[in-house]
């Protein structure tokens, strides 16, 4: 499990294609400390098993179903990317419960600066809009943020410098494909309540 708050940026230093999917090799300093091969690291959010570490560097692998289901699918070498490792049993929560399994792909369509800070607007397909409601979280990349509005095809958050300086999310971060994890507690609400929810006129 993690929390979505980013430890540090990586950089990609490789990205090998394979017969099904593809090892990143990414540069890091502090997801280093400690780290073994066969742990889990969020990249972007997505939960990846080390499976190499060097001295400044760690390999991952994607398989194809990552490749498809999240941004990853086209990241190159050279890309930075958001690291958190997951959080210690006993340890602080200070972003909200994330998974590290990535439910979309959405694009961030505008920035729009708010003095120092600034408003992301990201568009997100309708499965899921469903789950992201104003004051819920959501995690984007990895990061644990606030959602701030939502319209028909897209929601906003809020960004402040310390999370635009220390994260892919910022003005770089325009017309990016980023991914999306919305709140599991939304998800098992909904398959709890669907055998509760009133027969839709024509349905047996």
């Known amino acids: ?35 073994v091969v066969g742990d889990s690291v969020a990249v972007n959010g997505a939960c990846l098993t080390t499976v190499l570490v060097g001295e400044r560097t760690f390999a991952v692998d994607c398989v194809a179903e990552t490749l498809r289901r999240t941004a990853l699918g086209g990241a190159a070498a050279g890309d930075r990317v958001n690291l ?16 590290g399994h990535i439910d979309g792909v959405g694009r961030v369509r505008a920035i729009r600066p708010e ?3 600034a408003v992301l607007e990201i568009e997100a397909a ?14 984007v990349d990895g990061v644990s943020l606030t959602v701030a509005g939502r319209v028909e095809d897209a929601f906003t958050v809020a ?12 003005p770089q971060a325009r017309d990016r494909r980023v991914n999306l994890e919305v709140d599991v507690v939304a998800k098992y609400v909904e398959a709890l309540a669907a055998p509760y929810a009133p027969a839709r006129e024509g349905n047996s």
């Open 1 to 35: 499990m993690f929390t979505g708050l980013v430890e540090e940026g990586g950089i990609i230093e490789s990205l090998t294609p394979g017969d099904e999917g593809a090892r990143l090799v990414i540069s890091a300093r502090s997801v280093l400390d400690g780290l």
């Open 84 to 99: 958190e490792r997951p959080v210690a049993v006993g340890g602080r929560l200070d972003g909200h419960i994330v998974q």
């Open 115 to 117: 003095g120092d800070s």
């Open 126 to 139: 309708p499965a899921l809009l469903r789950y992201i409601v104003e004051k819920g979280s959501i995690t």
């Open 159 to 170: 960004l402040i410098p310390h999370t635009m300086s220390v994260t892919t999310l910022g």
